[in-house]
């Protein structure tokens, strides 16, 4: 069982800064099934990135997936107050790592 | 526009039963896969339950639920559920209906539901 663990647990950062996020794979995984959720407090948690690197519908463009084999980066270019929340990786459409809280 | 409502969430007692609802609209429902997936309050989102779309439909459990929870859906009426047995105090969560991109519920979900919570308890 793929065990995907994420880095940092929290990330307290000032808006227009750079916010990069981590998931490493406990083994390699397919890129195709990688995939990157929002979730803000009170809401059902929304897609954002899938295939490791395509931005779903909808997703602003500064926020970007790149990685491959066991290590994904999520990387929002420039917060926004509404990019607060917590942001999980997701691999083979099951397993979810334990996620990273983004604090504006 | 996909819309998934999910319902049928409550207080349920240790040992009891509760059978949960996700009602589908805005895409050929039968074609994909769907899972249910669950959030403990405070915690991370956990994979529960996922059904694969098509002709042939098969089940995947979490070792957490396997045994105790059963997933389905009617495609007549366009909803999926998730029939919860002999459920635990580590049950309580909010729980999440979510649609896959395709028929293999190994894909990415691209669509997910409000939530309904579940609180076990006595």
């Known amino acids: 069982e793929i065990v995907l663990t994420q880095s940092p647990d929290t990330l307290s950062l000032s808006p227009g800064a750079r916010a990069t996020l981590s998931c490493r794979a406990s083994?390699?995984?397919?890129?195709?099934?990688l995939a990157w959720h929002q979730q803000k407090p009170g809401q059902a948690p929304r897609l954002l990135i899938h295939?490791?690197?395509s931005r779903a519908t909808g997703t602003p463009d500064r926020f970007s997936g790149s990685g491959s084999g066991t290590d994904f980066t999520l990387t929002i270019s420039r917060l926004e107050p509404e990019d607060f929340g917590v942001y999980y990786c997701?691999?083979?459409?099951?397993?979810f790592g334990q996620g990273t809280k983004v604090e504006i | 526009e996909v819309q998934l409502l999910a319902s049928g969430g409550g207080l349920v007692q240790p040992g009891g039963s509760l059978r949960l609802s996700c009602a589908a609209s805005?895409?050929?429902?039968?074609?994909?896969?769907m899972s249910w997936v669950r959030q403990a309050p405070g915690k991370g989102l956990e994979w529960v339950s996922a059904?694969?779309?098509?002709?042939?439909?098969?089940?995947y459990y979490a070792d957490s639920v396997k045994g105790r929870f059963t997933v389905s859906r009617d495609t007549s009426k366009n909803i999926l559920y998730l029939q919860m047995t002999t459920v635990r105090a580590e049950d309580t969560a909010e729980y999440y209906c979510?649609?896959?991109?395709?028929?293999?519920?190994?894909?990415?979900?691209?669509?997910w539901g409000q939530g309904t919570l579940v609180t076990v308890s006595s």
């Open positions: 805005g895409f050929a429902f039968s074609s994909y896969a």
């Open positions: 997701q691999e083979n459409g099951r397993t």
């Open positions: 295939g490791a690197s």
């Open positions: 979510a649609k896959s991109v395709s028929w293999n519920d190994e894909d990415y979900l691209d669509s």
């Open positions: 059904i694969r779309g098509g002709a042939r439909t098969t089940f």
């Open positions: 083994q390699s995984v397919n890129s195709n099934y």
